[in-house]
């Protein structure tokens, strides 16, 4: 008996294994999470070192941290695909010389959203988060509020340093050094007082500090950027 047990079983594993009976119809695979297939979206297009794929990772990152220390809930869905695509007219083929990428991101978003599992019902949010993650508007709702703040303070620090400075080109065109000193003291004027959350604020200055000092420093450095 125990023989005809054990020969029913590795019948049973044999036709599939798990349970699966002989001549059983297998489950279909799970359909492919849309926060995947976004992530996957932005990793493939977005390749450029100051607005490409890392900088979607941490805005959506320091996005979520800022507003957990403020006690805010954000609908994650909105916040997520606005971080990961509100940089997309800045690549081709989506981008447009004589359009802001902010505008154009928020008009067309919806073509990538769709059909990827994304509740469309949310997509007039992600539009208004994505025109307004540029420092110098002004976001409504928590979601664009927050992806506003963490796209500031992307500016500022090591990191705003770090973006920068890898848009330099290597053959002396446009943005050369001098150039980008130029939008790193820019930044440093105009983004702190734009960072408009409590955790935003609180965040921000050791930032603003950080980039002050190494401007100041590279000035040092370079005989006032005479030998930059």
């Not at 916040?79 to 081709?92: T, V, W």
């Not at 930044?187 to 960072?195: D, E, F, K, S, T």
């Given at each position: 008996m125990r023989v005809f047990h054990l020969t029913i079983l590795g019948l049973a594993l044999a036709a599939g294994g798990s349970g699966i009976q002989a001549g059983e119809a297998r489950p279909a695979p799970a359909a492919r999470d849309w926060h995947v297939t976004v992530k996957a979206f932005a990793l493939e297009?977005?390749?450029?070192p100051a607005w490409g794929y890392s900088h979607c990772v941490r805005d959506y990152t320091v996005a979520r941290a800022l507003a957990a220390a403020d006690h805010v809930k954000l609908d994650d869905d909105v916040?997520?695909?606005?971080?990961?695509?509100?940089?997309?007219?800045?690549?081709?083929p989506w981008e447009k010389p004589d359009e802001d990428h902010a505008d154009v991101a928020a008009k067309v978003v919806d073509t990538i959203l769709k059909n990827t599992g994304f509740p469309m019902q949310k997509?007039?949010?992600?539009?208004?988060?994505?025109?307004?993650?540029?420092?110098?508007r002004d976001p409504e709702g928590p979601e664009a509020l927050y992806l506003h703040d963490a796209d500031a303070l992307d500016w500022l620090g090591a990191i705003g340093v770090a973006r920068v400075i890898a848009l330099v080109d290597p053959n002396g065109g446009n943005p050369d050094g001098l150039a980008a000193v130029k939008?790193?003291?820019?930044?440093?004027?105009?983004?702190?007082?734009?960072?408009?959350?409590p955790a935003g604020k609180t965040r921000m200055p050791p930032l603003k500090l950080e980039l002050q000092q190494f401007i100041k420093s590279l000035r040092r450095e370079s005989d006032d950027l005479r030998a930059l």
């Open positions: 297009h977005f390749k450029q916040l997520f695909a606005a971080a990961y695509l509100h940089d997309m007219a800045a690549f081709a997509i007039d949010a992600v539009r208004g988060a994505i025109r307004t993650h540029m420092y110098d939008m790193l003291e820019d930044y440093l004027a105009q983004v702190p007082p734009r960072v408009l959350s």
